[in-house]
């Protein structure tokens, strides 16, 4: 599946790149660390790091100020444009300055009152990791349900005997959704029921 990094030539640490489809300088590319293998497809969930700034340096957004990364799926229209074209054009672990015009960006509008109209924005980005995103519940089979439910069972197993025990109750919670959206092969008396199993197990195994 061809995406915007097809158009894109290699490039070493250092250089600046032109990521555009049409070539035309909206987003602009300067690799500060190398990544490693292919860059996300159409439909990919990305985790990344960024810090937003104006031209002027001053700073508008951060995920790294917040200890969290952010994420979004590739191609969606969730993010602005200048987003989807130049992390499809990055990989895994790559470090990158994005400077995006504003037609790639927020427009002639802006986004009041932190980005005036027609700004560039400049991001400090970092490709931490990306994949398939996963299925919504509605969107799985009653088997590939029950496949999650049994994985959460055993991660909330893991946490319970490292004592977490608020993340162990967290995924057993989860379990027990999965196993109410299978649907008719499980009864919501039969989720609680799987739970408890759960629970048992980790208080036997300690």
Known sequence: MANAADAVPPTAPGS??????DQDGGIMKKILKEGKGECPQPGDQVFAHY?????DGSKFDSSRDRGKLF????????VIKGWDLGFASMKKGEH????????????PSGSPPKIPGGATLIFDVELVKFGPKPKQKF????QEKLEMAKELKAKGLEAY?????????????????????????????????????AGDTATEEE
């Open 139 to 142: 969107e799985m089979t009653v």
């Open 161 to 197: 005997k490292a004592k977490d025990y608020d993340e162990a109750f967290e995924q057993w919670e989860e379990a027990v959704d999965y196993v109410q959206f299978a649907g008719d092969t499980a009864t919501e008396e039969e989720a609680v029921d799987y739970v408890q199993f």
């Open 16 to 21: 600046e790149i032109d990521v555009t489809p």
């Open 96 to 107: 990158a300055i994005l400077t995006i015009k504003h037609e790639y960006g927020y427009g």
């Open 51 to 55: 810090t937003g700034t104006l031209e």
């Open 71 to 78: 994420d979004f799926t590739i191609g969606q229209g969730q």
